[in-house]
T-cell receptor, first 109, second 114 residues
């Protein structure tokens, strides 16, 4: 089946630092989504990307749909303690979404 | 506010005792999905409905069934829960499959099997 490689698996950063995480695959995707999940809650959609090369921002978050359609990255600028959580990427092809394994973000105040 | 609602948030059942989880949406979306998520793992798609059309994932056990009586509601039935079925169950909706396919998740139901 399709596989998304999401990295890093976890990050420990200081408040105020910028963060970058990415997802790569050997397959082409038509849509990329980025989610944040807090413990015990459902994933919350952060950014949706539909076109190769597309760069989209949502507040301090910026995500890009890779030009090859096989990857996407998410940047968080000036991190704050409430950014703590697990971030998932999801890529869409063959009529379903495939999820990355998640990046666990820890922010030290 | 328009949203995806899951009830209950926490469900405890006994080994082998059937259980039903429910999901409702006020988004009027065509597609509803059920995912299983185990601790620290990515959500795993069990099945989805496009309107009334049911689409099962090939590796979803027969123990898991679903019903969608109308646009707003979708149910997950676990006929004989085993200890390995303890997980968070997530319902999600999307307006369509492509291109308006961004999925919106409910808060999840945490299932415990005793």
């Amino acid at each position: 089946g399709q596989q998304l490689n999401q990295s890093p698996q976890s990050m420990f950063i200081q408040e105020g630092e910028d963060v970058s995480m990415n997802c790569t695959s050997s397959s082409i995707f038509n849509t990329w989504l980025w989610y944040k999940q807090d413990p015990g809650e459902g994933p919350v959609l952060l950014i949706a990307l539909y076109k190769a090369g597309e760069l989209t921002s949502n507040g301090r978050l910026t995500a890009q749909f890779g030009i090859t359609r096989k990857d996407s990255f998410l940047n968080i600028s000036a991190s704050i303690p409430s950014d703590v959580g697990i971030y998932f990427c999801a890529g869409y092809n063959f009529n379903k979404f495939y999820f990355g394994s998640g990046t666990k973000l820890n922010v030290k105040p | 506010d328009a949203m995806v609602i899951q009830n209950p948030r926490y469900q405890v059942t006994q080994f082998g005792k059937p259980v039903t989880l429910s999901c409702s949406q006020t988004l009027n979306h065509n597609v509803m999905y059920w995912y299983q998520q185990k601790s620290s793992q990515a959500p795993k798609l069990l099945f989805h409905y496009y309107d009334k059309d049911f689409n099962n994932e090939a590796d979803t056990p027969d123990n898991f069934q679903s019903r969608r009586p109308n646009t707003s509601f979708c149910f997950l039935d676990i006929r004989s829960p085993g200890l390995g079925d303890a997980a968070m169950y997530l319902c999600a909706t999307s307006r369509d499959l492509i291109p308006y396919n961004e999925q919106f998740f409910g808060p999840g139901t945490r299932l415990t099997v005793l």
